[in-house]
Protein backbone atom coordinates (compact mmCIF):
# COMPACT_ATOMS: atom_id res chain seq x y z
CA UNK A 1 0.00 0.00 0.00
CA UNK A 2 0.77 3.32 -0.77
CA UNK A 3 0.64 6.72 1.37
CA UNK A 4 1.10 9.91 1.10
CA UNK A 5 4.21 10.20 3.42
CA UNK A 6 6.18 7.30 1.44
CA UNK A 7 5.57 8.56 -2.06
CA UNK A 8 9.06 9.39 -4.05
CA UNK A 9 8.86 12.56 -5.87
CA UNK A 10 9.80 12.71 -9.62
CA UNK A 11 9.97 15.39 -12.25
CA UNK A 12 6.84 16.35 -14.35
CA UNK A 13 8.26 15.51 -18.22
CA UNK A 14 5.04 14.05 -19.40
CA UNK A 15 7.22 12.89 -22.71
CA UNK A 16 9.92 11.20 -20.46
CA UNK A 17 10.13 7.66 -19.55
CA UNK A 18 13.48 8.07 -17.75
CA UNK A 19 12.66 8.16 -14.11
CA UNK A 20 14.60 8.21 -10.37
CA UNK A 21 13.81 4.38 -9.68
CA UNK A 22 12.68 1.09 -11.87
CA UNK A 23 9.14 1.17 -12.84
CA UNK A 24 6.83 -1.72 -12.48
CA UNK A 25 5.98 -2.44 -16.29
CA UNK A 26 2.60 -1.17 -16.11
CA UNK A 27 3.58 2.33 -14.89
CA UNK A 28 5.06 4.79 -17.50
CA UNK A 29 3.08 7.38 -16.00
CA UNK A 30 5.90 10.11 -15.04
CA UNK A 31 3.90 10.52 -11.60
CA UNK A 32 4.12 6.94 -10.31
CA UNK A 33 2.63 8.55 -6.83
CA UNK A 34 -0.67 9.21 -8.73
CA UNK A 35 -3.71 6.17 -7.36
CA UNK A 36 -5.14 5.41 -11.33
CA UNK A 37 -7.81 3.62 -11.28
CA UNK A 38 -7.54 1.36 -13.47
CA UNK A 39 -3.77 1.55 -13.05
CA UNK A 40 -2.23 3.62 -15.61
CA UNK A 41 -1.43 0.56 -18.18
CA UNK A 42 -1.87 2.24 -21.53
CA UNK A 43 2.06 2.14 -22.00
CA UNK A 44 1.70 1.51 -25.69
CA UNK A 45 1.22 4.66 -28.09
CA UNK A 46 -2.40 4.86 -28.97
CA UNK A 47 -1.41 6.39 -32.78
CA UNK A 48 1.54 3.31 -32.96
CA UNK A 49 -0.03 0.33 -31.40
CA UNK A 50 -3.80 -0.57 -32.48
CA UNK A 51 -3.79 -2.57 -28.80
CA UNK A 52 -3.88 0.59 -26.85
CA UNK A 53 -7.36 1.31 -28.91
CA UNK A 54 -8.85 -2.00 -27.93
CA UNK A 55 -7.66 -1.24 -24.04
CA UNK A 56 -11.08 -2.42 -22.51
CA UNK A 57 -10.05 -0.58 -18.96
CA UNK A 58 -8.95 2.58 -21.05
CA UNK A 59 -10.72 2.14 -24.25
CA UNK A 60 -10.64 6.55 -25.09
CA UNK A 61 -8.72 8.82 -26.91
CA UNK A 62 -7.56 12.17 -26.34
CA UNK A 63 -10.01 13.43 -28.63
CA UNK A 64 -12.57 11.21 -27.53
CA UNK A 65 -12.30 12.15 -23.82
CA UNK A 66 -12.33 16.33 -25.06
CA UNK A 67 -15.52 15.79 -27.03
CA UNK A 68 -17.24 13.71 -23.98
CA UNK A 69 -16.96 16.94 -21.88
CA UNK A 70 -17.77 19.39 -24.45
CA UNK A 71 -21.32 17.49 -25.14
CA UNK A 72 -21.37 17.50 -21.13
CA UNK A 73 -20.77 21.29 -20.97
CA UNK A 74 -23.29 22.44 -23.89
CA UNK A 75 -26.68 21.30 -22.72
CA UNK A 76 -30.00 22.87 -21.63
CA UNK A 77 -28.01 25.92 -20.57
CA UNK A 78 -26.77 27.84 -23.69
CA UNK A 79 -29.89 28.80 -24.94
CA UNK A 80 -30.59 30.76 -22.06
CA UNK A 81 -27.06 32.69 -22.56
CA UNK A 82 -28.63 35.49 -24.99
CA UNK A 83 -30.93 36.85 -22.09
CA UNK A 84 -27.37 37.25 -20.12
CA UNK A 85 -26.16 39.39 -22.70
CA UNK A 86 -29.36 41.34 -22.37
CA UNK A 87 -29.39 41.74 -19.17
CA UNK A 88 -25.84 42.69 -18.29
CA UNK A 89 -24.15 44.14 -21.64
CA UNK A 90 -22.00 42.82 -24.01
CA UNK A 91 -18.78 43.91 -21.84
CA UNK A 92 -19.97 42.61 -18.42
CA UNK A 93 -21.29 39.46 -19.40
CA UNK A 94 -17.73 38.96 -21.41
CA UNK A 95 -16.27 39.60 -18.33
CA UNK A 96 -18.68 37.05 -16.25
CA UNK A 97 -18.08 33.90 -18.89
CA UNK A 98 -14.05 34.17 -18.12
CA UNK A 99 -14.41 34.36 -14.46
CA UNK A 100 -16.71 30.83 -15.31
CA UNK A 101 -14.57 29.47 -17.19
CA UNK A 102 -11.38 29.98 -15.61
CA UNK A 103 -13.05 28.63 -12.32
CA UNK A 104 -14.37 25.79 -14.27
CA UNK A 105 -11.21 24.69 -15.71
CA UNK A 106 -9.33 25.02 -12.03
CA UNK A 107 -12.39 23.24 -10.57
CA UNK A 108 -11.80 20.63 -13.09
CA UNK A 109 -8.06 20.26 -12.45
CA UNK A 110 -8.59 20.28 -8.99
CA UNK A 111 -11.07 17.71 -8.58
CA UNK A 112 -8.51 15.23 -11.29
CA UNK A 113 -5.87 16.02 -8.66
CA UNK A 114 -7.61 14.64 -6.09
CA UNK A 115 -8.99 11.78 -7.55
CA UNK A 116 -5.15 10.74 -8.26
CA UNK A 117 -3.94 11.81 -4.31
CA UNK A 118 -6.75 10.03 -2.94
CA UNK A 119 -7.43 6.93 -5.07
CA UNK A 120 -11.22 8.31 -5.66
CA UNK A 121 -13.07 6.88 -9.15
CA UNK A 122 -16.21 9.15 -8.68
CA UNK A 123 -17.11 12.61 -7.16
CA UNK A 124 -18.40 11.20 -4.34
CA UNK A 125 -15.23 9.08 -3.70
CA UNK A 126 -13.33 12.37 -3.74
CA UNK A 127 -15.68 14.14 -0.49
CA UNK A 128 -15.66 10.55 1.20
CA UNK A 129 -11.34 10.75 1.06
CA UNK A 130 -11.39 13.93 2.01
CA UNK A 131 -14.98 14.14 5.17
CA UNK A 132 -15.73 10.40 5.29
CA UNK A 133 -18.36 7.55 4.47
CA UNK A 134 -21.19 9.82 4.89
CA UNK A 135 -20.23 12.86 3.27
CA UNK A 136 -19.77 10.86 0.19
CA UNK A 137 -23.61 9.58 0.68
CA UNK A 138 -24.91 13.26 1.53
CA UNK A 139 -22.93 14.63 -1.10
CA UNK A 140 -24.28 11.98 -3.74
CA UNK A 141 -27.83 11.98 -2.91
CA UNK A 142 -27.50 16.21 -3.71
CA UNK A 143 -26.09 15.24 -7.13
CA UNK A 144 -28.90 12.30 -7.47
CA UNK A 145 -31.26 15.07 -6.96
CA UNK A 146 -30.03 17.90 -8.77
CA UNK A 147 -29.16 15.59 -12.01
CA UNK A 148 -32.94 14.24 -11.76
CA UNK A 149 -34.22 18.11 -12.00
CA UNK A 150 -31.44 18.42 -15.01
CA UNK A 151 -32.69 15.11 -16.86
CA UNK A 152 -36.62 16.43 -16.12
CA UNK A 153 -35.72 19.90 -17.80
CA UNK A 154 -33.96 18.23 -21.02
CA UNK A 155 -37.50 16.19 -21.02
CA UNK A 156 -38.94 20.00 -21.27
CA UNK A 157 -36.65 21.27 -23.51
CA UNK A 158 -37.18 18.50 -25.70
CA UNK A 159 -40.99 18.42 -25.75
CA UNK A 160 -41.05 22.45 -26.52
CA UNK A 161 -38.53 22.24 -29.25
CA UNK A 162 -39.81 19.04 -31.00
CA UNK A 163 -43.42 19.13 -31.05
CA UNK A 164 -44.32 22.05 -33.37
CA UNK A 165 -41.40 20.37 -35.56
CA UNK A 166 -43.59 17.11 -35.86
CA UNK A 167 -46.78 19.18 -35.87
CA UNK A 168 -45.40 20.93 -39.09
CA UNK A 169 -44.19 17.47 -40.56
CA UNK A 170 -47.45 16.08 -39.90
CA UNK A 171 -49.88 19.25 -41.20
CA UNK A 172 -51.42 19.98 -37.63
CA UNK A 173 -50.65 22.53 -34.92
CA UNK A 174 -50.62 21.09 -30.50
CA UNK A 175 -53.61 23.73 -30.08
CA UNK A 176 -56.12 22.44 -32.63
CA UNK A 177 -58.62 19.38 -32.05
CA UNK A 178 -56.71 16.08 -32.80
CA UNK A 179 -53.38 17.98 -33.16
CA UNK A 180 -49.77 16.94 -32.07
CA UNK A 181 -49.55 15.75 -28.18
CA UNK A 182 -46.61 17.54 -26.58
CA UNK A 183 -46.29 14.61 -24.19
CA UNK A 184 -46.66 11.93 -26.69
CA UNK A 185 -43.85 13.62 -28.69
CA UNK A 186 -41.85 12.86 -25.24
CA UNK A 187 -42.54 9.25 -24.61
CA UNK A 188 -41.87 8.69 -28.38
CA UNK A 189 -38.31 10.23 -27.84
CA UNK A 190 -37.76 8.68 -24.51
CA UNK A 191 -38.40 4.96 -26.32
CA UNK A 192 -35.60 5.87 -28.83
CA UNK A 193 -33.27 6.95 -26.35
CA UNK A 194 -33.97 3.86 -24.03
CA UNK A 195 -30.78 2.17 -25.40
CA UNK A 196 -28.52 5.10 -24.93
CA UNK A 197 -29.61 5.47 -21.23
CA UNK A 198 -28.88 1.68 -20.62
CA UNK A 199 -25.32 2.11 -21.76
CA UNK A 200 -22.92 1.79 -18.59
CA UNK A 201 -20.45 4.11 -19.73
CA UNK A 202 -19.17 7.52 -21.26
CA UNK A 203 -17.15 6.10 -24.04
CA UNK A 204 -20.33 4.19 -25.27
CA UNK A 205 -21.91 7.37 -26.21
CA UNK A 206 -19.00 9.05 -27.93
CA UNK A 207 -21.00 9.42 -31.43
CA UNK A 208 -23.62 11.47 -29.37
CA UNK A 209 -20.78 13.54 -28.51
CA UNK A 210 -20.08 13.97 -32.33
CA UNK A 211 -23.49 14.95 -33.72
CA UNK A 212 -24.79 16.69 -30.68
CA UNK A 213 -21.58 18.96 -31.01
CA UNK A 214 -22.05 19.33 -34.68
CA UNK A 215 -25.96 19.81 -34.55
CA UNK A 216 -25.67 22.77 -31.97
CA UNK A 217 -22.89 24.68 -34.22
CA UNK A 218 -25.81 24.88 -36.92
CA UNK A 219 -27.79 27.03 -34.62
CA UNK A 220 -24.49 28.91 -33.42
CA UNK A 221 -23.86 29.87 -36.98
CA UNK A 222 -27.54 30.96 -37.88
CA UNK A 223 -27.95 33.14 -34.70
CA UNK A 224 -24.25 34.74 -35.91
CA UNK A 225 -25.49 35.40 -39.31
CA UNK A 226 -28.67 36.52 -38.49
CA UNK A 227 -27.85 39.07 -35.56
CA UNK A 228 -24.77 40.49 -37.98
CA UNK A 229 -27.26 40.92 -40.54
CA UNK A 230 -30.00 43.06 -38.55
CA UNK A 231 -27.16 44.84 -36.92
CA UNK A 232 -26.35 45.82 -40.28
CA UNK A 233 -29.50 46.60 -41.17
CA UNK A 234 -29.99 48.85 -37.63
CA UNK A 235 -26.65 50.51 -38.61
CA UNK A 236 -27.33 51.61 -42.72
CA UNK A 237 -30.97 52.87 -41.87
CA UNK A 238 -32.25 50.00 -43.50
CA UNK A 239 -34.39 48.80 -39.88
CA UNK A 240 -35.78 51.29 -37.77
CA UNK A 241 -36.33 49.64 -34.11
CA UNK A 242 -34.66 50.13 -31.07
CA UNK A 243 -36.08 46.56 -30.04
CA UNK A 244 -32.90 45.51 -32.12
CA UNK A 245 -30.26 48.07 -30.27
CA UNK A 246 -27.62 46.25 -28.14
CA UNK A 247 -25.82 47.74 -25.54
CA UNK A 248 -21.75 46.88 -25.34
CA UNK A 249 -21.09 48.62 -22.40
CA UNK A 250 -24.10 48.54 -19.70
CA UNK A 251 -23.92 49.06 -16.33
CA UNK A 252 -26.18 46.49 -14.70
CA UNK A 253 -28.25 46.49 -12.28
CA UNK A 254 -27.13 43.93 -8.65
CA UNK A 255 -30.43 42.55 -9.56
CA UNK A 256 -29.60 41.64 -13.44
CA UNK A 257 -25.81 40.75 -12.11
CA UNK A 258 -27.12 38.10 -10.01
CA UNK A 259 -29.50 36.57 -12.14
CA UNK A 260 -27.16 36.33 -15.07
CA UNK A 261 -23.91 35.35 -13.84
CA UNK A 262 -25.53 31.55 -12.12
CA UNK A 263 -27.14 31.10 -15.88
CA UNK A 264 -22.99 31.51 -17.09
CA UNK A 265 -22.00 29.91 -14.02
CA UNK A 266 -24.78 26.61 -14.49
CA UNK A 267 -23.84 26.25 -18.70
CA UNK A 268 -20.62 25.25 -17.99
CA UNK A 269 -21.19 22.50 -15.10
CA UNK A 270 -19.98 19.38 -15.68
CA UNK A 271 -17.79 18.15 -13.26
CA UNK A 272 -19.97 15.11 -12.12
CA UNK A 273 -18.22 13.80 -15.88
CA UNK A 274 -14.85 14.57 -15.52
CA UNK A 275 -13.65 11.66 -13.44
CA UNK A 276 -15.46 9.07 -15.57
CA UNK A 277 -13.29 10.91 -18.65
CA UNK A 278 -10.06 10.10 -16.49
CA UNK A 279 -11.02 6.64 -15.54
CA UNK A 280 -11.81 5.51 -19.00
CA UNK A 281 -8.31 7.99 -21.17
CA UNK A 282 -5.70 6.18 -22.80
CA UNK A 283 -1.79 7.04 -21.41
CA UNK A 284 -3.92 9.10 -18.40
CA UNK A 285 -1.09 11.84 -17.75
CA UNK A 286 -1.56 15.22 -15.59
CA UNK A 287 -0.71 16.66 -18.93
CA UNK A 288 -3.34 14.92 -21.19
CA UNK A 289 -5.89 15.56 -18.53
CA UNK A 290 -4.99 18.76 -18.58
CA UNK A 291 -4.93 19.05 -22.38
CA UNK A 292 -8.87 17.88 -22.26
CA UNK A 293 -9.95 19.97 -19.53
CA UNK A 294 -7.64 23.00 -21.40
CA UNK A 295 -9.54 22.24 -24.76
CA UNK A 296 -13.39 21.37 -23.69
CA UNK A 297 -13.49 24.52 -21.49
CA UNK A 298 -12.27 26.42 -24.27
CA UNK A 299 -13.82 25.19 -26.86
CA UNK A 300 -16.91 25.43 -25.26
CA UNK A 301 -16.37 29.28 -23.94
CA UNK A 302 -15.83 30.57 -27.82
CA UNK A 303 -19.30 28.55 -28.91
CA UNK A 304 -21.23 29.39 -26.11
CA UNK A 305 -19.80 33.06 -26.39
CA UNK A 306 -20.77 33.29 -29.87
CA UNK A 307 -24.02 31.65 -29.17
CA UNK A 308 -25.36 34.34 -26.58
CA UNK A 309 -23.49 37.28 -28.54
CA UNK A 310 -25.42 35.94 -31.47
CA UNK A 311 -29.01 35.70 -30.28
CA UNK A 312 -28.20 38.70 -28.24
CA UNK A 313 -27.96 40.33 -31.72
CA UNK A 314 -30.22 38.98 -33.64
CA UNK A 315 -32.94 39.60 -30.94
CA UNK A 316 -31.87 42.35 -28.88
CA UNK A 317 -34.10 43.46 -26.00
CA UNK A 318 -36.91 40.70 -26.93
CA UNK A 319 -35.27 37.87 -26.13
CA UNK A 320 -36.69 35.58 -24.06
CA UNK A 321 -35.16 33.18 -21.47
CA UNK A 322 -35.64 30.28 -23.63
CA UNK A 323 -33.94 31.29 -27.62
CA UNK A 324 -36.11 29.40 -29.32
CA UNK A 325 -39.21 30.89 -27.81
CA UNK A 326 -38.03 33.73 -30.17
CA UNK A 327 -37.38 31.68 -33.42
CA UNK A 328 -40.39 30.96 -35.58
CA UNK A 329 -41.07 27.94 -37.38
CA UNK A 330 -43.21 30.03 -39.58
CA UNK A 331 -41.43 30.89 -43.33
CA UNK A 332 -43.42 34.01 -43.52
CA UNK A 333 -41.53 35.90 -40.34
CA UNK A 334 -38.82 35.83 -42.71
CA UNK A 335 -37.61 37.84 -45.57
CA UNK A 336 -34.92 36.08 -46.25
CA UNK A 337 -35.50 32.15 -47.21
CA UNK A 338 -32.07 30.71 -46.67
CA UNK A 339 -31.61 32.41 -43.29
CA UNK A 340 -35.30 30.74 -42.64
CA UNK A 341 -33.92 27.36 -43.57
CA UNK A 342 -30.32 27.65 -41.49
CA UNK A 343 -32.60 27.90 -38.64
CA UNK A 344 -34.91 25.66 -39.44
CA UNK A 345 -32.19 23.37 -39.08
CA UNK A 346 -31.03 24.67 -36.25
CA UNK A 347 -33.76 24.11 -34.53
CA UNK A 348 -33.46 21.06 -35.25
CA UNK A 349 -29.85 20.65 -34.62
CA UNK A 350 -30.65 22.09 -31.07
CA UNK A 351 -33.44 19.53 -30.50
CA UNK A 352 -31.05 16.47 -31.65
CA UNK A 353 -28.42 18.42 -29.46
CA UNK A 354 -30.64 18.02 -26.52
CA UNK A 355 -31.68 14.33 -27.13
CA UNK A 356 -28.22 13.45 -27.55
CA UNK A 357 -26.84 15.13 -24.72
CA UNK A 358 -29.40 13.74 -22.36
CA UNK A 359 -27.80 10.20 -21.53
CA UNK A 360 -24.51 12.26 -21.19
CA UNK A 361 -26.26 13.91 -18.08
CA UNK A 362 -28.16 11.11 -17.10
CA UNK A 363 -25.44 8.63 -16.73
CA UNK A 364 -23.96 10.27 -13.63
CA UNK A 365 -27.42 10.56 -11.88
CA UNK A 366 -27.95 6.99 -12.40
CA UNK A 367 -24.16 6.32 -10.80
CA UNK A 368 -24.78 8.76 -7.82
CA UNK A 369 -28.03 6.65 -6.94
CA UNK A 370 -26.01 3.64 -7.06
CA UNK A 371 -23.02 5.06 -5.47
CA UNK A 372 -25.53 5.04 -2.48
CA UNK A 373 -26.21 1.78 -2.44
CA UNK A 374 -23.03 0.51 -3.46
CA UNK A 375 -21.63 2.27 0.12
CA UNK A 376 -24.22 0.74 1.91
CA UNK A 377 -23.31 -2.86 0.17
CA UNK A 378 -19.87 -2.02 1.78
CA UNK A 379 -20.74 -0.57 4.84
CA UNK A 380 -22.77 -3.35 5.84
CA UNK A 381 -20.30 -6.13 5.45
CA UNK A 382 -18.57 -4.70 8.89
CA UNK A 383 -21.95 -4.72 10.91
CA UNK A 384 -22.50 -8.18 12.43
CA UNK A 385 -26.07 -7.05 13.51
CA UNK A 386 -26.81 -6.60 10.10
CA UNK A 387 -24.99 -9.83 8.57
CA UNK A 388 -28.48 -11.51 8.11
CA UNK A 389 -30.73 -8.66 6.39
CA UNK A 390 -27.96 -8.20 4.73
CA UNK A 391 -27.82 -11.52 3.19
CA UNK A 392 -31.35 -11.86 2.61
CA UNK A 393 -31.22 -8.83 0.77
CA UNK A 394 -27.81 -9.54 -1.66
CA UNK A 395 -29.44 -13.09 -2.06
CA UNK A 396 -32.09 -11.67 -3.86
CA UNK A 397 -30.64 -9.70 -6.16
CA UNK A 398 -28.13 -12.90 -7.26
CA UNK A 399 -30.84 -14.60 -7.78
CA UNK A 400 -32.99 -12.17 -10.16
CA UNK A 401 -29.70 -11.26 -11.55
CA UNK A 402 -29.47 -13.91 -14.92
CA UNK A 403 -26.03 -12.29 -16.25
CA UNK A 404 -23.91 -12.57 -13.05
CA UNK A 405 -20.41 -13.94 -13.51
CA UNK A 406 -19.49 -17.00 -10.86
CA UNK A 407 -17.16 -14.85 -9.12
CA UNK A 408 -20.18 -12.90 -7.96
CA UNK A 409 -22.35 -14.97 -6.24
CA UNK A 410 -19.54 -15.02 -3.46
CA UNK A 411 -18.52 -11.24 -3.63
CA UNK A 412 -17.23 -9.29 -0.41
CA UNK A 413 -16.69 -5.69 0.20
CA UNK A 414 -12.20 -7.01 0.61
CA UNK A 415 -12.85 -7.67 -3.18
CA UNK A 416 -13.59 -4.41 -4.70
CA UNK A 417 -12.43 -1.52 -1.99
CA UNK A 418 -9.70 -0.98 0.65
CA UNK A 419 -9.44 2.26 2.40
CA UNK A 420 -6.52 3.26 4.51
CA UNK A 421 -6.34 6.48 6.88
CA UNK A 422 -3.03 8.49 6.13
CA UNK A 423 -0.74 9.54 8.95
CA UNK A 424 -1.08 13.30 9.82
CA UNK A 425 1.93 14.95 8.99
CA UNK A 426 1.73 17.14 12.47
CA UNK A 427 2.02 14.78 14.96
CA UNK A 428 2.03 17.45 17.86
CA UNK A 429 -1.22 18.41 16.50
CA UNK A 430 -3.14 15.40 15.44
CA UNK A 431 -5.87 15.56 16.59
CA UNK A 432 -6.22 18.71 15.12
CA UNK A 433 -5.65 17.70 11.85
CA UNK A 434 -8.28 15.97 9.69
CA UNK A 435 -7.05 12.82 8.39
CA UNK A 436 -7.93 11.77 5.03
CA UNK A 437 -8.42 8.40 3.47
CA UNK A 438 -6.62 6.81 0.41
CA UNK A 439 -8.89 4.39 -1.36
CA UNK A 440 -7.37 1.17 -2.98
CA UNK A 441 -9.27 -0.21 -5.77
CA UNK A 442 -7.86 -2.23 -8.88
CA UNK A 443 -11.40 -1.06 -10.81
CA UNK A 444 -13.31 1.70 -10.67
CA UNK A 445 -16.52 1.65 -8.90
CA UNK A 446 -18.49 1.78 -11.94
CA UNK A 447 -17.24 -1.92 -12.00
CA UNK A 448 -18.85 -2.73 -8.66
CA UNK A 449 -21.11 -5.96 -8.04
CA UNK A 450 -23.92 -3.00 -7.59
CA UNK A 451 -23.23 -1.20 -10.84
CA UNK A 452 -22.98 -4.25 -12.56
CA UNK A 453 -25.84 -6.06 -11.22
CA UNK A 454 -28.51 -5.85 -13.95
CA UNK A 455 -31.45 -5.73 -11.82
CA UNK A 456 -30.07 -2.83 -10.47
CA UNK A 457 -28.87 -1.18 -13.11
CA UNK A 458 -32.16 -1.50 -15.35
CA UNK A 459 -34.04 -0.61 -12.60
CA UNK A 460 -32.55 2.40 -11.53
CA UNK A 461 -32.35 3.31 -15.17
CA UNK A 462 -36.26 2.93 -15.39
CA UNK A 463 -37.31 4.67 -12.33
CA UNK A 464 -35.09 7.73 -12.79
CA UNK A 465 -36.69 8.23 -16.47
CA UNK A 466 -40.68 7.34 -15.05
CA UNK A 467 -40.55 10.09 -12.49
CA UNK A 468 -38.50 12.58 -14.23
CA UNK A 469 -41.20 12.20 -17.31
CA UNK A 470 -43.94 12.79 -14.71
CA UNK A 471 -42.04 15.70 -13.32
CA UNK A 472 -41.63 17.12 -16.90
CA UNK A 473 -45.39 16.37 -17.95
CA UNK A 474 -46.45 18.62 -14.30
CA UNK A 475 -44.83 21.68 -14.74
CA UNK A 476 -45.16 24.75 -17.17
CA UNK A 477 -41.26 24.96 -18.82
CA UNK A 478 -38.03 24.56 -18.31
CA UNK A 479 -38.07 28.14 -16.16
CA UNK A 480 -40.19 26.23 -13.33
CA UNK A 481 -37.26 23.17 -13.04
CA UNK A 482 -34.52 25.96 -13.13
CA UNK A 483 -36.08 27.83 -10.13
CA UNK A 484 -36.52 24.69 -8.44
CA UNK A 485 -32.93 23.62 -8.67
CA UNK A 486 -31.71 26.95 -7.88
CA UNK A 487 -29.13 28.34 -7.82
CA UNK A 488 -27.07 26.91 -4.59
CA UNK A 489 -26.58 23.58 -5.92
CA UNK A 490 -25.19 24.09 -8.93
CA UNK A 491 -22.37 26.38 -6.91
CA UNK A 492 -21.97 23.67 -4.55
CA UNK A 493 -21.47 20.48 -6.90
CA UNK A 494 -19.21 23.09 -9.74
CA UNK A 495 -17.09 24.92 -7.21
CA UNK A 496 -17.64 24.81 -3.10
CA UNK A 497 -17.21 20.64 -2.97
CA UNK A 498 -14.36 20.37 -5.57
CA UNK A 499 -12.39 23.63 -4.16
CA UNK A 500 -13.33 22.38 -0.31
CA UNK A 501 -12.01 18.64 -0.92
CA UNK A 502 -8.47 19.81 -3.03
CA UNK A 503 -7.72 21.97 0.26
CA UNK A 504 -7.81 18.96 2.73
CA UNK A 505 -6.49 16.29 -0.04
CA UNK A 506 -3.69 18.39 -0.71
CA UNK A 507 -2.76 19.47 2.44
CA UNK A 508 -2.27 16.15 3.45
CA UNK A 509 0.76 15.53 0.84
CA UNK A 510 4.34 15.80 2.44
CA UNK A 511 5.84 19.21 2.51
CA UNK A 512 8.78 19.19 0.40
CA UNK A 513 7.18 16.72 -2.36
CA UNK A 514 4.83 17.72 -5.12
CA UNK A 515 2.37 19.39 -2.78
CA UNK A 516 1.05 22.87 -4.70
CA UNK A 517 0.94 25.42 -2.27
CA UNK A 518 0.38 27.90 -4.43
CA UNK A 519 -2.96 25.95 -5.53
CA UNK A 520 -4.11 25.81 -1.83
CA UNK A 521 -4.01 29.58 -1.42
CA UNK A 522 -6.06 29.69 -4.51
CA UNK A 523 -8.65 27.19 -3.86
CA UNK A 524 -9.12 29.31 -0.88
CA UNK A 525 -9.72 32.34 -2.06
CA UNK A 526 -11.96 30.80 -5.06
CA UNK A 527 -13.76 29.00 -2.15
CA UNK A 528 -14.66 31.87 -0.45
CA UNK A 529 -15.42 33.44 -3.81
CA UNK A 530 -18.22 30.44 -4.60
CA UNK A 531 -19.93 30.39 -0.83
CA UNK A 532 -20.47 34.38 -0.94
CA UNK A 533 -21.69 33.81 -4.69
CA UNK A 534 -23.99 30.63 -3.55
CA UNK A 535 -25.50 32.86 -0.80
CA UNK A 536 -25.86 36.36 -2.48
CA UNK A 537 -27.48 34.04 -6.30
CA UNK A 538 -29.43 32.10 -4.00
CA UNK A 539 -30.83 35.22 -1.93
CA UNK A 540 -31.49 37.03 -4.87
CA UNK A 541 -33.36 34.45 -6.84
CA UNK A 542 -35.60 33.53 -3.44
CA UNK A 543 -36.39 37.22 -3.26
CA UNK A 544 -37.47 37.57 -6.59
CA UNK A 545 -40.70 36.98 -8.28
CA UNK A 546 -40.74 33.43 -10.39
Known amino acids: MKNYNSITIHVDDDGSTILDHQLHEEDCNPHPQDHLVPPFSSHQDEEHNSAAT ?24 VLTLPIAFQKCGIAVTTIFMLISAYMTYMSLIMLCYCSRRSGASSFGEVVRSAYGERAEVGVNLILFIYISFVVAAFMVLIRDIWTPLVGMFLGKTEDEEGGVSGDRVLVGFMIFLLPFLFQRSLHALKWNCYVGFASIIILCTALVRGGFQRQFNLH ?19 QDALFAFPIIMLAFLCQFNVLSIQNTLQRPTRKRMSQIVGM ?30 NISVDKRAYADESLYWMFFLGRVGCGTTLVLALPLSFLPGRDALLEIIDVWFHHSHHRSNSAETEHICWNALHRFNKNEAPQDVAITTEHEIEEIETQPLDIEHESATRKTTILIRDQPIQQDYVFRNSVLHYGSTLLIVTYSFIGATRVAGVATIWSLVGSSLAFFIAFILPFASFIVIEKGVAEGSDRLDVWIKLAKSMLAVSIVGAVVCTWNRLSSPV
Not at 54 to 77: E, M, Q, Y
Not at 242 to 251: C, G, H, L, P
Request: proline share 3%; charged share 10%.
Open 296 to 325: SVGASLLLMYLFGLGGYMMYGSGIQGNVLL
Open 236 to 254: HGELDDDTYKIEWFKIPSA
Open 54 to 77: TNSDRPSSLLVGTFNLIATILGGG
